[in-house]
């Protein structure tokens, strides 16, 4: 069977396995990381999915703790492992320990993902047994411009490809993992006042329009153009550029910069225009 499974493409997912069940006894048994990799583009908030070497499910970017490393260690050596991202700013926001989590081998595969587990199950029976466990996991965000970053995933490490898909239109994932991505967002919805999400998200020059927009993607909700400006404005951390000028009279909006020392301070002390 080792040889039927290494005949269809899988020859780095099953050296995988391989290095991974002799790895076991390097990490802490029943926890995990999972990432939520958060975007802005074309108007919509948009998170990073990977999708399954063996199957079409989607998931986060996330994976095991190894012994010899922190908590905060662990979710950057497994973002860098599973997505080649580097330098990016990493906050934790919730761990999801519900005694009925659901285990990786819970999930409404395919066939040809039912064949793949029982491959896994009949040669690698250590390594499966380590996955069909429950896991506590925690769970860091970031805020990333999707037009700055290059994912680099890794064959071999479960994950074929990866796409960055709207929060509004997001398809099944294994496990928990949306109910992962809702809990985020809460988070991050509450936290706004407090969390750097213009500066990492928007481009270096914007109209407040565009900031609006931002606001109203992550909110979900409508907010009222004179008073959002008008608080945005009093909080003093913009520098005012020329007019972006689109051809009609009069009508061009002004473009806009963070002042980057005050926007900065202005968060750590909570920006309080919501």
């Given at each position: 069977?080792?040889?039927?499974?290494?005949?269809?493409?899988?020859?780095?997912?099953?050296?995988?396995?391989?290095?991974?069940?002799?790895?076991?006894?390097?990490?802490?048994?029943?926890?995990?990381?999972?990432?939520?990799?958060?975007?802005?583009?074309?108007?919509?908030?948009?998170?990073?999915?990977?999708?399954?070497?063996?199957?079409?499910?989607?998931?986060?970017?996330?994976?095991?703790?190894?012994?010899?490393?922190?908590?905060?260690?662990?979710?950057?050596?497994?973002?860098?492992?599973?997505?080649?991202?580097?330098?990016?700013?990493?906050?934790?926001?919730?761990?999801?320990?519900?005694?009925?989590?659901?285990?990786?081998?819970?999930?409404?595969?395919?066939?040809?993902?039912?064949?793949?587990?029982?491959?896994?199950?009949?040669?690698?029976?250590?390594?499966?047994?380590?996955?069909?466990?429950?896991?506590?996991?925690?769970?860091?965000?970031?805020?990333?411009?999707?037009?700055?970053?290059?994912?680099?995933?890794?064959s071999g490490q479960m994950n074929e490809k990866y796409d960055w898909v709207a929060i509004?239109?997001?398809?099944?994932?294994?496990?928990?993992?949306?109910?992962?991505?809702?809990?985020?967002?809460?988070?991050?919805?509450?936290?706004?006042?407090?969390?750097?999400?213009?500066?990492?998200?928007?481009?270096?020059?914007?109209?407040?329009?565009?900031?609006?927009?931002?606001?109203?993607?992550?909110?979900?909700?409508?907010?009222?153009?004179?008073?959002?400006?008008?608080?945005?404005?009093?909080?003093?951390?913009?520098?005012?550029?020329?007019?972006?000028?689109?051809?009609?009279?009069?009508?061009?909006?002004?473009?806009?910069?963070?002042?980057?020392?005050?926007?900065?301070?202005?968060?750590?002390?909570?920006?309080?225009?919501?």
């Amino acid at each position: 069977m080792e040889k039927e499974f290494l005949t269809r493409g899988l020859e780095d997912e099953i050296q995988d396995l391989r290095e991974m069940e002799d790895a076991i006894e390097n990490w802490h048994p029943g926890s995990s990381v999972d990432c939520v990799i958060l975007g802005y583009e074309k108007q919509k908030v948009k998170v990073l999915l990977l999708k399954m070497e063996f199957d079409d499910l989607r998931m986060l970017p996330g994976g095991m703790i190894p012994k010899n490393k922190d908590l905060r260690d662990a979710a950057y050596h497994v973002l860098k492992v599973r997505t080649g991202l580097e330098s990016v700013f990493l906050k934790q926001f919730h761990t999801f320990g519900r005694k009925d989590r659901p285990s990786i081998m819970d999930n409404s595969f395919s066939e040809k993902g039912r064949q793949y587990l029982d491959h896994v199950k009949l040669n690698y029976p250590k390594y499966y047994d380590w996955m069909n466990r429950r896991y506590i996991t925690t769970g860091y965000f970031a805020l990333v411009d999707i037009s700055k970053v290059k994912v680099e995933y890794s064959s071999g490490q479960m994950n074929e490809k990866y796409d960055w898909v709207a929060i509004d239109n997001i398809p099944d994932l294994i496990m928990d993992h949306d109910r992962i991505i809702r809990k985020c967002l809460d988070f991050i919805r509450v936290q706004l006042n407090y969390l750097p999400i213009s500066m990492n998200l928007l481009p270096d020059e914007f109209t407040m329009k565009d900031l609006q927009k931002l606001y109203e993607a992550f909110l979900n909700e409508k907010l009222e153009r004179s008073n959002f400006q008008r608080k945005m404005l009093k909080l003093g951390i913009f520098d005012r550029l020329k007019k972006k000028m689109s051809g009609a009279a009069n009508k061009a909006p002004y473009l806009y910069r963070f002042d980057k020392d005050k926007y900065n301070e202005l968060v750590k002390k909570g920006i309080g225009v919501l």
